[in-house]
T-cell receptor, first 116, second 108 residues
Framework: DTGVSQDPRHKITKRGQNVTFRCDPISEHNRLYWYRQTLGQGPEFLTYFQNEAQLEKSRLLSDRFSAERPKGSFSTLEIQRTEQGDSAMYLC??????????????FGPGTRLTVL | RKEVEQDPGPFNVPEGATVAFNCTYSNSASQSFFWYRQDCRKEPKLLMSVYSSGNEDGRFTAQLNRASQYISLLIRDSKLSDSATYLCVVNPGNQFYFGTGTSLTVIP
């Protein structure tokens, strides 16, 4: 399977714990995005990388959230001191710049986080 | 004002019907436009990009109206398998903004 993969698919944690999610983009894609989606809403942009550089961060991304893409390939999203309001589906997407299909995003299956 | 606004529906239509969704966006500098489909508890999947000249893919037609800042999606001859949530997406530069989605149920 050469699509976007995310791990884990589900995470249940207690309030106050730290969690880390991983995203592996499509191999030739240089852009990687993180989104959060709650029930009945569309995905909300969190941040994106072009190669290893984090180019944009949403105001939604509090100090408890951090994302990395150290080698320009996979990315991690860490949430520190989780709160119940962090419960959501965390989606990763990747895209390739240049050419006619620039910026068409392909999504991974998501990581569903439940904070108890 | 939200970057992207969609009528959440739900739209319940019989098989074979034609249904249209609209989506408005607030940033006139927006450059790229897309329609995504999302099935229940699944990730969004690209349905089609929206080009200035309009484009068609089988039963699906997408159009862009820059002057009025809206995009539309027309589905002809609806199938049961078209039941899903349809998300419009707008890219004004460095971010992608998703609408809340429009729910479609095609009824036998």
């Amino acid at each position: 399977d050469t699509g976007v993969s995310q791990d884990p698919r589900h995470k249940i944690t207690k309030r106050g714990q730290n969690v880390t999610f991983r995203c592996d983009p499509i191999s030739e894609h240089n852009r990687l995005y993180w989104y959060r989606q709650t029930l009945g809403q569309g995905p909300e942009f969190l941040t994106y990388f072009q190669n290893e550089a984090q180019l944009e961060k949403s105001r939604l991304l509090s100090d408890r959230f951090s994302a990395e893409r150290p080698k320009g390939s996979f990315s991690t999203l860490e949430i520190q001191r989780t709160e119940q309001g962090d419960s959501a589906m965390y989606l990763c997407a990747s895209s390739r710049t240049g050419g006619r299909i620039t910026d068409t995003q392909y999504f991974g299956p998501g990581t569903r986080l439940t904070v108890l | 004002r939200k970057e992207v606004e969609q009528d959440p529906g739900p739209f319940n239509v019989p098989e074979g019907a034609t249904v249209a969704f609209n989506c408005t966006y607030s940033n006139s500098a927006s450059q790229s436009f897309f329609w995504y489909r999302q099935d229940c508890r699944k990730e969004p999947k690209l349905l089609m990009s929206v080009y200035s000249s309009g484009n068609e893919d089988g039963r699906f037609t997408a159009q862009l109206n820059r002057a009025s800042q809206y995009i539309s999606l027309l589905i002809r001859d609806s199938k049961l398998s078209d039941s899903a949530t349809y998300l419009c997406v707008v890219n004004p530069g460095n971010q992608f903004y998703f609408g809340t989605g429009t729910s479609l149920t095609v009824i036998p």
